[in-house]
Nanobody, 125 residues
Framework: QVQLVESGGGLVQPGGSLTLSCEASGFTFNVNVIGWFRQAPGKEREGVSCISRAGRTRYSDPVKSRFTISKDNAKNTVYLKMNSLKVEDTAVYFC???????????????????WGQGTQVTVSS
């Protein structure tokens, strides 16, 4: 049974940092793409970042140079380090997976078959 559990969300002031974690179980961790998505109130869920089995990463334009995705295969965990947070980063953040033998990853939402429950990130002064 595939399980993805996000943690690390919370309230932070603009300019602050948070690190989200996504702990995975129930599948072969290192042969899947892990992605982070977010959904703000009244908006569509959007891709934020992903990491491939080969460790290649991809970022959406709004978070490029501020967010860093990484993974620890031994712990079956993916991290999203978020720096210089802005009010517009406020959203529920989800991790998700899809199986791929490709070296690159993709932020196309429909490719992701399993999702976590999400963790709330609120950026406010």
């Amino acid at each position: 049974q595939v399980q993805l559990v996000e943690s690390g969300g919370g309230l932070v002031q603009p300019g602050g940092s948070l690190t989200l974690s996504c702990e995975a179980s129930g599948f072969t961790f290192n042969v899947n793409v892990i992605g982070w998505f977010r959904q703000a109130p009244g908006k569509e869920r959007e891709g934020v970042s992903c990491i491939s089995r080969a460790g290649r990463t991809r970022y959406s334009d709004p978070v490029k140079s501020r967010f860093t995705i990484s993974k620890d295969n031994a712990k079956n965990t993916v991290y999203l380090k978020m720096n210089s947070l802005k009010v517009e980063d406020t959203a529920v953040y989800f991790c998700a997976i899809y199986y791929s033998a490709e070296s690159e990853c993709d932020l196309t939402r429909s490719r992701y078959g399993y999702w976590g429950q999400g963790t709330q990130v609120t950026v406010s002064s």
